[in-house]
């Protein structure tokens, strides 16, 4: 079955630092891969997806590239700041799937 | 586009009472929606998933006469937690695949904000 791996946290970053945070997949066919963001008390909203291999998704300077020879889609930022404190969690769903399986998330706190 | 209500977003009842938790997806049709539960500090974990005039799928270990759900509608999906523990207070999400409208993708779950719910 799918299955989504994510790494695990807490991570924290001081502010202006470089973020990865690694996500590596198992699945059947051409999923669909996502990195949703949630903030404190709040539901998950769509950060950014792709769709096929190579797709680069990208949003508010955060970016992942869908790697299927290694089967990846590591969610990397360049340079974050406090308010991206949050916990962030990859998923992925197959093509004529019911339903997204999700990884277990990862919690970011960015420190001044 | 793509938004996703719930409500209420808190409520706190006393053991033994029903509460409802009502989904909407405002600005597009979803055929489908799911309910998860999240433990502090964990992650997602989905409890069942309802499909538009059909009776819900829910995962294994999860009660379906403890947790009603019913999807009359398009835009309308609602959990009722029946004869409510304090073991049930959690924080509940539902999502909504895109469909119709909302310039939504159909790959793509769309999450509500929440609703907290606590059994006194």
């Known amino acids: 079955g799918n299955s989504v791996t994510q790494m695990e946290g807490p991570v924290t970053l001081s502010e202006e630092a470089f973020l990865t945070i690694n996500c590596t997949y198992t699945?059947?066919?051409?999923?669909?891969l996502f990195w949703y963001v949630q903030y404190p008390g709040e539901g998950l909203q769509l950060l950014l997806k792709?769709?096929?291999?190579?797709d680069k998704g990208s949003n508010k300077g955060f970016e992942a590239t869908y790697r299927k020879e290694t089967t990846s889609f590591h969610l990397e930022k360049g340079s974050v700041q406090v308010s991206d404190s949050a916990v962030y969690f990859c998923a992925l769903r197959s093509p004529n799937a019911g339903k997204s399986t999700f990884g277990d998330g990862t919690t970011l706190t960015v420190k001044p | 586009g793509a938004v996703v209500s719930q409500h209420p977003s808190r409520v706190i009842c006393k053991s033994g009472t029903s509460v409802k938790i009502e989904c909407r997806s405002l600005d597009f049709q979803a055929t489908t929606m799911f309910w998860y539960r999240q433990f502090p500090k964990q992650s997602l974990m989905l409890m069942a998933t309802?499909?538009?005039?059909?009776?819900?799928?829910?995962e294994q270990g999860v009660e379906k006469d403890k947790f009603l759900i019913n999807h009359a509608s398009l835009t309308l999906s609602t959990l009722t937690v029946t004869s409510a523990h304090p073991e049930d207070s959690s924080f509940y999400i539902c999502s909504a695949r895109g469909g119709m409208g909302g310039n939504t993708s159909t790959d793509t779950q769309y999450f509500g904000p929440g609703t907290r719910l606590t059994v006194l």
């Open positions: 699945a059947t066919g051409y999923p669909s």
């Open positions: 309802s499909n538009e005039g059909s009776k819900a799928t829910y």
């Open positions: 792709a769709t096929k291999a190579d």
